[in-house]
């Protein structure tokens, strides 16, 4: 059983920074796709970025590229995201997810079987 949490949200001002982190327990990790997804009030859950966990492909949104970096650290099982320039729309619940094992890493909502609880990110203006 995968069990996701994550870590690091918070109220910060339009410009600042913030890093989320998701503590990953229940499996070994090498050929897991993991992703980072928000939804903000009243919208669709969005991608945000996504890492095979061999660290050797990511993917970010349009969005979010050039001010977000995502990342793990394979010994402690953990996944980040790294969130700097924040604006007002990047104001969500953030929520880490992973795929099934062995699967090409994907954006698609629909190919992550496993998700954390989410975390509170509210930028203010």
């Known amino acids: 059983q995968v069990q996701l949490v994550e870590s690091g949200g918070g109220l910060v001002q339009a410009g600042g920074s913030l890093r989320l982190s998701c503590a990953a327990s229940g499996r070994t990790f090498s050929s897991y796709g993991m992703g980072w997804f928000r939804q903000a009030p009243g919208k669709e859950r969005e991608f945000v970025a996504a890492?095979?966990?061999?660290?050797?492909?990511?993917y970010y949104a349009d969005s979010v590229k050039g001010r977000f970096t995502i990342s793990r650290d394979g010994a402690k099982n953990t996944m980040y995201l790294q969130m700097n320039s924040l604006k007002p729309e990047d104001t969500a619940v953030y929520y880490c997810?992973?795929?099934?094992?062995?699967?090409?890493?994907?954006?698609?909502?629909?190919?992550?079987?496993?998700w954390g609880q989410g975390t509170q990110v509210t930028v203010s203006s």
């Open positions: 997810a992973a795929q099934p094992e062995g699967r090409y890493l994907s954006r698609r909502l629909g190919e992550y079987n496993y």
């Open positions: 890492i095979k966990w061999s660290g050797s492909i990511t």
